[in-house]
Each structure stands twice: as C-alpha cells, then as structure tokens.
C-alpha cells in the first residue's frame, strides 16, 4: 500500500491511472481544491503541479484509446484540462492584485475607541486590467476612499482609461508618490484634484503602438486623451506639448511647469 502511495505522482505521469479517477480526481478535483485554498504562493510550482495533472490525464486518455477507441472520452479529457487552466489563473490573478493595490486596510478599532478609516489607494507597478480590476474592487468595499495615488512608470493606454474614468465617477483626487510616466498620466490627470511628492515625477511621450500590423492609430489616439486632458484644465499649450517625446524617450516637466500648466491644481 505504501509503495503505491509512494508510486502514484509517477504513475500518474506515465499514464497508467484508470481514466475516470484520473480526470475525477487527480486532474479536476485536486484542481478544484487548490483553487478553493487560494491556489499556491509560487506560480511556478502551481503551474508545475498542473502540468503533471494535464500530462497524466492525457496521456491515460491516450492509453484508454489505444484499448477501446472512443472519441466523446477523448473530448472529455481535453474540456477537463481546458476547465483547469482558469481554475490555474484565477487564483494567481487575484494575488497579482493584492501585489498592486495597498494603503487599503480594514477599518480596526483600537482600544482607545479610535477607528482608523481607509481613505486612499496606492496603485503601483504596470498599468493593466489587473489593477483596474483590483481597484474597482477597493472602491465597493471601502467606498471612504478619495484618494488614489500613483507609482507606475506605465502600461496599457486602453486600462489607463478605464482607471480614469473609475477616477471621475468617484470623484476622486490623484497624488503621485514616486513616479506616473506614460499611460499613469491618463489616469493621473482623471483626478480632482491633482498633486505630486517633492521629489516626485510625470513623465510624457507619445505612444507606442503594441498592435500587430499597426492596427492602433496612435494619433488617434493620442488625440482622443489630449481633448480629455483639455476638459480638465490643463492648458492647450501643455497639451501639445505631452507627446512629443519619442515613445522610447521620455519628457519630465518641472513641478512649476505641470502647476502653470494646470496638471497639477496643488
């Protein structure tokens, strides 16, 4: 009994499982599970584990075949490791959000009847539906917050977007903590009431096209959040000037500039 015990990972892996248990258990059950518990902390050894689940099950499929052909058993074997794949990545998704999103807490009352309330967010790392996400979910469960302060050196303009206008529903102010450079600009420049650390810094320049074939109009595009930025008071003078740097390149204006400039209103 031990020694089968011992022996299954590498019986599994050669196939030679029954397949029901095999697809049940091994693959969608032991999936279901991890998923349930939050997934692993290391994504590789996750997605390690996972691939030992997806080999075995194939090739016991594959093994099944060769015995008693049946193509709808084929079939279920391929939706079960399909099915997996999410039950893989939400869970990692979820941690990558937490990695972006702090200076959210619960609301704790300390003994001296003091209730510290929440009232910012910091987004930090690349701009991306991740965080857009991560942050649409703060906001329904700490809707005290009004304030979002950035340190992102960019990412996806079309998520910059999508933050913004989270932005401009709630209200809310903008402070740059480090750095916003490129499409942290958008969502920046979305704030209320817009300031920046001493030592803090925007950075602008045109965008770059991620698009195969050049299916994204970067002019277009660029015109589009230039007649945003004007709506929020920032000067057509500045607007004209924000992308001109190449997009490999970078321009960062001086604080009495982006004040001038009606970028930053504090």
């Known amino acids: ?24 258990f091994t693959l969608v059950g032991v999936r279901l599970l991890i998923s349930a518990v939050g997934g692993i902390g290391f994504f590789t050894l996750d997605a390690g584990i996972f691939c030992w689940q997806a080999v075995g099950s194939l090739r016991a499929a594959a093994r099944y075949q060769r015995d008693t052909p049946d ?11 399909v099915i997996c794949i999410p039950l893989l990545l939400w869970p990692q998704l979820d941690r990558v959000a937490q990695e972006k999103l ?3 807490i619960e609301p704790e009352a300390a003994s001296s009847g003091v209730i510290l309330v929440p009232t910012y967010v910091v987004l930090s790392g690349p701009i991306d539906f991740v965080m857009f996400d991560a942050l649409e979910a703060a906001l329904a469960k700490h809707p005290q917050i009004r304030r979002v302060v950035f340190n992102s050196e960019g990412g996806r303009v079309f998520a910059a977007r999508s933050i913004a206008r989270i932005i401009r529903e709630n209200g809310l102010d903008t ?34 096209d991620d698009g195969p074939g050049g299916i994204i109009n970067t002019e277009v595009e660029e015109t589009k959040d230039r007649s945003v930025f004007l709506a929020t008071g920032v000067s ?16 960062f204006p001086e604080p009495g500039v982006l004040r001038d400039a009606g970028v930053l209103t504090r």
Not at 236 to 251: E, H, T
């Open 236 to 251: 057509a003078d500045f607007a004209g000037k924000m992308y001109q740097a190449a997009p490999q390149d970078m321009w």
């Open 102 to 104: 702090s200076g959210v």
């Open 1 to 24: 009994m031990l020694s089968q015990i011992i022996g299954f990972p590498l019986a599994h892996w050669r196939g030679q499982i029954a397949l029901l248990p095999t697809i049940l």
């Open 175 to 208: 402070h740059v903590d480090g750095i916003c450079a490129s499409a942290c600009t958008v969502a920046f420049i979305a704030g209320g009431a817009r300031s920046m650390a001493a030592n803090a810094r925007l950075g602008f320049h045109r965008y770059g």
């Open 71 to 81: 193509l709808m058993i084929s079939l279920a074997t391929y939706a079960g490791v």
